[in-house]
């Protein structure tokens, strides 16, 4: 503790901690193996769309971890511009936010599938929101996107999505 009159005090607390691996620890205690290999993903590029700097920084850190290539864009704007950008099959996946600014997930989702461009149509496009009622659900498929997942994100259940649109034989 450090104290001076008139300014205040400053305490340093030092609390040890072990981290788990998320999905290390099932229920009541049982390990869980993860349904997805790390290194399942080697090669594969997915576009990280959210307006939020932080989920997109975890989001890389964590699809970069099981293989992934990840590039990352703002809003949605910005998606379908790197879409027009990138060559045809540039890109495995798009997993993105549903409300940004300027342009919302939903819209963004149609706005990539008109493209005039024959990867679009079968590339999956998953769906991340903090809204769990099927009207979400509902906005997310109309707009053609392949899956939805609420936030906070399950990793595994993430991959697991990832390794169903992916590798849809495994």
Known sequence: MRSRLGEGSEFI?????????????????????????PAAFDGMRVLVVDDDELSREMMDMMLRDRGFEVQQATDGDEAVAVMEAVPEGWFDAIIMDMRMPRMSGDEAARAIRALPRADVADLPIIAMTADAFEEAHRRAREAGMTAHITKPLNMVELFSLLEGCLRPEA
Do not use: Q, Y
């Open 13 to 37: 607390i030092t609390i040890p901690l072990k981290l788990e691996e998320a999905d290390s620890v099932g229920r009541e205690g049982e390990p869980e193996a993860s349904p997805v290999e």
